[in-house]
């Protein structure tokens, strides 16, 4: 077994033998052998490290769609990859068996940098997810594996949160090229009662990622009844994203299901995600869909000047496509943001489990 305990730059010492994490806003104060909330780094030897480099939850080669992402190479296989841990404590986890796991049971393989990179290039995949659990928190191990992505032309893909401090946020969406943050809310009491966060950190990263990086971005949120879905809530999100981001940034409004300690909360009604959509394409948003429910017009795309249909999209599997190579509406030349091929990606739905060992 290869060594996980990786030294980190983010922290300083502090009174009493302590020292303090500085990679996220939770800026966790730790004590000889303590490990912060997000559990994977810990202070060991008066030094801030990451214990979990080099192991992974599992792999799997999915659809871009699935992270979602429905600007980004459409059509294209991703190697999905995560660890265990998180630095939010969300009480609707929908992963929460890897983001809440304490135990190293769930790291089942040692994936170097380079392996994941190499059986990403062998696999033909188009970029590298990071997810599963939120990469900020194995930031250096994120950082090392999208360098060596680099080197066989692979994409890097970070899914999270964006609860990410300042300076770390720079060096981590430095080796990005798209991400999908989760705006869980819009509502401080709301991050701070149901995710033991805060909403400001969240919106900072989302002001960084649109207005100093190229790091193409698409935003989701999970609707939860009764907590994040009212009208004056998707009105104000959805207003605030396209005077601070643009109306280029497409969202997804995502169903939630009972989950982790949320399990009295009825699932979303589709009805709800339409509703969010509508709202969201009201007040500018270019581009907004539905998720987690089948809804074939919610996941399509179309123009917004024209109302063409772009992308035709059924649960992942591409139908129609009317762009022409240089990413402009057939019917009326409007450009659609986003990355794109001349011709859409052929992975479709597929979900194809791997273990590393087989490919390196």
């Known amino acids: 077994m290869q060594p996980t305990v990786f030294p980190t730059r983010y922290w300083h010492s502090i009174k009493d033998n302590h020292v303090q994490c500085n990679l996220c806003p939770r800026a966790c104060r730790l004590k000889e052998g303590q490990r912060g909330l ?77 392996a994941i990179a190499k059986t990403a290039h062998k696999l033909d995949c188009q970029s590298v997810a990071y997810t599963y659990n939120d990469p900020v928190i194995f930031h250096e191990y994120a950082i090392d594996v999208a360098r060596a992505c680099r080197e066989y032309g692979i994409q890097s893909v970070a899914v999270t949160a964006g609860y990410i401090s300042d300076e770390p946020r720079v060096e981590f969406f430095k080796y990005m090229n798209a991400a999908n943050v989760d705006l869980k809310a819009f509502d401080e009491k709301f991050y701070y009662k149901l995710t033991g966060g805060h909403l400001q950190p969240v919106l900072d990263t989302l002001r960084y990622l649109r207005q100093k990086t190229d790091v193409w971005l698409e935003l989701t949120t999970l609707l939860i009844p009764g907590e994040n879905d009212s009208e004056q809530e998707l009105e104000a999100m959805t207003q ?21 300690k949320m399990l009295n909360k009825p699932a979303t009604p589709p009805k709800t995600l339409t509703k969010a959509r509508h709202i969201a394409l009201k007040n500018g948003v270019h581009y907004a869909y539905t998720g987690n429910v089948y809804d074939a017009e919610g996941e399509s795309t179309y123009c917004h000047h024209c109302g063409q249909l772009l992308i035709e999209r059924n649960w992942f ?44």
């Open 38 to 114: 997000c559990f994977v780094r810990a202070n060991q030897g008066q030094q801030i490290v990451l214990t979990t480099y080099g192991r992974s939850s599992g792999f799997c080669v999915d659809p871009i769609e699935k992270k979602p992402l429905n600007h980004f190479y459409p059509g294209s296989s991703v190697l999905s990859f995560g660890t265990t841990g998180c630095n939010l404590a969300c009480k609707f986890c929908q992963n929460w068996d890897i983001s809440k796991s304490q135990a190293m049971e769930k790291l089942l393989d040692y994936a170097s940098p380079e």
């Open 240 to 260: 605030w994203v396209v005077e601070n981001l643009g109306p280029d940034v497409p969202m997804h409004f995502t169903a939630f299901h009972p989950a982790w």
């Open 317 to 360: 599997v591409l139908g129609q496509w009317n762009l022409t190579a240089t990413g402009q509406c057939n019917q009326c030349g409007t450009y659609c943001a986003g990355m794109f091929f001349e011709q859409a990606g052929t992975w479709g739905a597929k979900r194809l489990p791997i273990r590393l060992q087989d490919f390196v």
